[in-house]
C-alpha cells in the first residue's frame, strides 16, 4: 500500500512517521491481512462477507447486532453452521436497511458482527450507518488499570462506558502499542501490552483520545 513511511517530519498518509511510530493505516492495515476477516458493504442492502485465507472449517456462528452508543440492543440475529471455504471470500449475509429503523438509529447506533469458534472469536467487524463526522458521539468515560509484567512492558486494560470511537493512545517515551487507533464499545475492556525502555515515565505520560474529543 501507498505509502509506508516519511522521510521527514510531517503531516502525510504514510503508515509509520519519520520518527518511526505507527500510525493509524499501520494498525487498519494490519487487521486487513489477519487470515480471516469480516468485511461490510452496502448497496441496495447491507452485506456482510467473509474473507479467508486459512484452511475450509465449519461449525462457527456468526452474531450480527445493532446497538445504539450507550450500548442499548436494538436489533439481533444468530446464524449458526457456518461454513467458509478455504482461501476464498462469500457473501454470508444481507438485509435491508429497514430493518434497523435509521430515521431514528442513523446517527447514534451500529453494527457489530462477530464470527465465533465454539467459544472463542475468530474475528470481529463494526459497520456505522453514518460518516465520522454525523455521528452524534459523546464524550466516554474511559476507565484504565495497568500492571507490569516486564523491566519495559506493560499491558493497559480500557473500559469505557459508552462507544468511545477511534481511540489513539500517545506517550511521550518512545513507546510500542500492541494496538492503536481503535473502537471501544460500551462496558468492553480491552487490553494493550505497550513496551518502552522508560516504560514506568511511559505509563505516566499515557495520553488518550477519541473522535469525541475532535467533535466536541
Known sequence: YWQLNDCWPVVSWSSVDFYKNPKALYFTA??????VILSFNENEKIQLWV??????????KLIIKQIDFDGNLLWDTILPNIKIKENFSEKIWENDTTAFKLNKYKNNSLLVAELWDEDSIICRELYFFASPKNL???KPEINISTKRIAIDKAVITLQSNILAKDIMLESIENTEFSDNFFDLLPGEKKEIIIKSTNI?????????TDLSDIEN
Do not use: Q
Open 30 to 35: 494490519k487487521k486487513m491481512f489477519e487470515s
Open 51 to 60: 474473507i479467508s485465507d486459512n484452511k475450509a472449517f465449519d461449525k462457527n
Open 136 to 138: 452524534e458521539l459523546k
Open 200 to 208: 514506568g515515565n511511559a505509563l505516566r505520560s499515557l495520553n488518550i
